[in-house]
């Protein structure tokens, strides 16, 4: 499938080193494999790329790249280790395209220069897949900097 990406778009692509090669790579994965989260409402999907030090995720409908952001730290898993009964309502607006099942909004262990913190992560309760929303990778970034800072 080939994806439209708007002159505004492929700006922040080039600002943040995404290469348009990668994000193509990525999305036909996802179109390939079903690991994907999809809208409940909607015909947007997010694919998700993990690398050795960046996870990559390409938002887009069926035409068109709707956004691309992107985090350092490394997701070790849910928090406390199990997905434990829902008990509130936490169902995201996400679907896992994979098994179908409604993608929950839990906290994950991430991890990043040997510091472990917990934040908000969109997970499959089937396929242990984890995602996280463009806002959260936000936070992350600027959480990724002051370690950085304290290291240098
Ligand atoms: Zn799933």
Sequence with gaps: MDIKITEELDNTLKDNGFKKEEIQELIDNAESSGVKLKARDGD???AKGVSDNLTMYAVYSPSELLDVYAHKMSILGLTGGELNDVDYDDASDWTCAKCGEIALERNVDM???GVTRPGPG???PKCDEFY????VAKTLKTAESILEEKRA
């Excluded at 996280?132 to 806002?135: C, I, K, R, W």
Aim: glycine share 8%; proline share 0%; net charge negative.
């Design 44 to 46: 947007v999907s997010i």
């Design 111 to 113: 991890t990043y220069m």
């Design 122 to 124: 969109l997970v499959c």
């Design 132 to 135: 996280v929303s463009d806002g």
